[in-house]
């Protein structure tokens, strides 16, 4: 006879269980592929111990990413595409967890967890919806029981929506796993992460979780890669070759860097619902620059996510704090040159040097919120909700 519920048996089998094996989704905002970890764990909070065994990216087709994209920070959307795409993108990302599964030999029975993040496809804190009346908003789409059902792995998923019912914006949710993956005694840490979006997480030497500091920075690889569709159509900036082949337009820059966004004190978030292709047009007229070559507009955005990360830096960061940056714009020469030169006296490597894949981090991340859904308590960071993260999807 069950204590329980079968289901809620299996729950606290798996959280009393002494090593667990979860697997992280990530699916961000530059919509590039599914990111997917595969990370044992040992206890829990700031206490885990942690392996990543195997991560990839699958690519996403060019059809798929347009169907997101026609609700992606959209206003206004077809209600139906959204309904569609919330099962879809469940069943989906469930196909692909399999398919890496099969390529790395690992049987599905012996996961224990799988931690979703889905797609974001609207993000509206009250920062930028500006309807007193209503509270901070986010929404990820990719149901987590059809990840459940269709790899009979138990599902851990809407890991952001507690954030914001217990008072946050929903994100960034880097903290939770930075404080557990990279602080050091004696050691001020910045994790820079340069995905779609730019954020960062600041580690005290003195490790007072209290003094962590995370937020969002502004325009990560976003408006580079929009731009880089549109008038070359590539789908990004590959090695940065054409921000190298342009110069940058001052005039353009500064304007950019006019919003009250970044006057704004973290933490702080945001999104392609800010920026996106009509706040570049907005900012061109406004500098007289709508006609510049299509290589200076690409090499000022690119200039733009730097300047906006080393503005961040010198304003909220303390003086010999040491910078780690993840995310793909780690891999934009432009962006990484342009970020050292304004940040000249700051030494600045990837998150590979703290022994963390610098792609796979946000998967990991998942796959850390997941292990903590199960067996952790809340962590009381940086003035951020002391809450557990995620919503249980079981097979059956
Ligand atoms: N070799 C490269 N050269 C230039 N840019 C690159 C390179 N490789 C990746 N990128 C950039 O990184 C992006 C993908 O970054 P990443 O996977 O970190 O984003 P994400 O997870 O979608 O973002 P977010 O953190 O906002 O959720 C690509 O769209 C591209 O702009
Ligand atoms: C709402 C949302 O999906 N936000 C993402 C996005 O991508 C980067 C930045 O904006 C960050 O705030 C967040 O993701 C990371 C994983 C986070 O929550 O830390």
């Known amino acids: 006879m069950p204590v329980f519920n079968r289901n809620l048996q299996s729950l606290f089998d798996i959280a009393q269980k002494p090593s667990r094996l979860g697997i992280g989704l990530m699916s961000g905002t530059s919509l590039d592929g ?23 990216t699958i690519p996403y087709q060019d059809h798929f990413k347009d169907e997101v994209r026609s609700v992606f920070s959209k206003k206004q959307v077809e209600l139906e595409k959204v309904c569609l795409l919330n099962a879809y993108i469940g069943s989906y990302h469930a196909d692909l967890v399999l398919e890496a599964l099969k390529i790395w030999e690992i049987d599905p029975a012996d996961v224990d967890f799988i931690a979703s993040h889905g797609q974001t496809i609207y993000h509206a804190p009250q920062r930028l919806h500006k309807h007193p009346e209503y509270p901070n908003a986010t929404l990820q789409i990719g149901d987590g029981d059809h990840l459940a059902v269709k790899t009979s792995i138990l599902t851990i998923s809407d890991l952001r929506q507690k954030h914001v019912a217990a008072g946050g914006e929903g994100a960034p949710l880097a903290l939770y796993g930075d404080v557990i993956l990279g602080s050091k005694a004696g050691e001020d840490r910045i994790l820079v992460n340069i995905g779609g979006i730019s954020n960062l997480t600041y580690l005290p030497a003195d490790g007072d979780t209290e003094r962590i500091l995370c937020s969002d920075i502004g325009p990560g690889n976003t408006l580079i890669d929009t731009f880089t569709r549109k008038f070359f159509n590539k789908p990004f900036d590959e090695d940065s070759a054409i921000a190298d082949s342009g110069t940058v337009n001052e005039g353009l820059l500064n304007s950019l860097l006019k919003h009250p966004f970044f006057q704004e004190a973290p933490p702080k978030t945001t999104g392609p619902e800010l920026f996106n292709e009509e ?3 907005a900012a061109q007229e406004r500098s007289g620059t709508s006609h510049i070559p299509a290589e200076d507009v690409i090499s000022t955005l690119s200039a733009f996510t730097a300047k906006a990360i080393a503005d961040f830096t010198r304003a909220y960061m303390p003086k010999g704090a ?28 990837d998150t590979g040097s703290l022994g963390i894949n ?34 249980f999807s079981f097979a059956g």
């Open 34 to 56: 599914l990111d997917i970890a595969l990370c044992s764990f040992t206890g829990n909070g700031l206490e885990t111990q942690f392996e990543l065994l195997n991560f990839t």
């Open 279 to 281: 706040y570049v047009r």
């Open 322 to 349: 040491k910078m780690f940056v993840s995310g793909g714009g780690a891999k934009n020469p432009f962006v990484m040159d342009y970020l050292r030169k304004r940040l000249y006296r700051t030494e600045i490597n």
């Open 358 to 391: 610098p792609d796979a981090k946000e998967a990991i991340l998942f796959a850390l919120l997941g292990n903590e859904a199960l067996a952790g308590e809340p962590l009381s960071v940086g003035g951020n909700p002391s809450v557990l993260l995620g919503k």
